[in-house]
Nanobody
């Protein structure tokens, strides 16, 4: 059974930081291209960042220079370090595996003063 479990979301003030984690099981994580997506209320789900099995990354323009995606293949885990958070970053953040097209349940990130 495939499980992608996100954690680390919460409420943070503008300019603050959060680190999201995604724990994977039931997939061959080491060969999986992984990504973070987000969906704000009333908007379509969008790609935030993607990382290949070898560690190559790409980012949405809106988060470049502020967010960093990483992975630890020894722990079947992926991370998203989010710095300089803005109110427009408020959304539910989802972990996604391109291999098998699996989604996590999402974690809420709210940026507000």
């Amino acid at each position: 059974q495939v499980q992608l479990v996100e954690s680390g979301g919460g409420l943070v003030q503008p300019g603050g930081s959060l680190r999201l984690s995604c724990s994977a099981s039931g997939i061959i994580f080491t060969i999986s291209v992984m990504a973070w997506y987000r969906q704000a209320p009333g908007k379509q789900r969008e790609l935030v960042a993607r990382i290949t099995s070898g560690g190559s990354t790409n980012y949405a323009d809106s988060v470049k220079g502020r967010f960093t995606i990483s992975r630890d293949n020894t722990k079947n885990a992926m991370y998203l370090q989010m710095n300089s958070l803005k109110p427009e970053d408020t959304a539910v953040y989802y972990c996604y595996s391109f291999n098998g097209m699996y989604w996590g349940q999402g974690t809420q990130v709210t940026v507000s003063s």
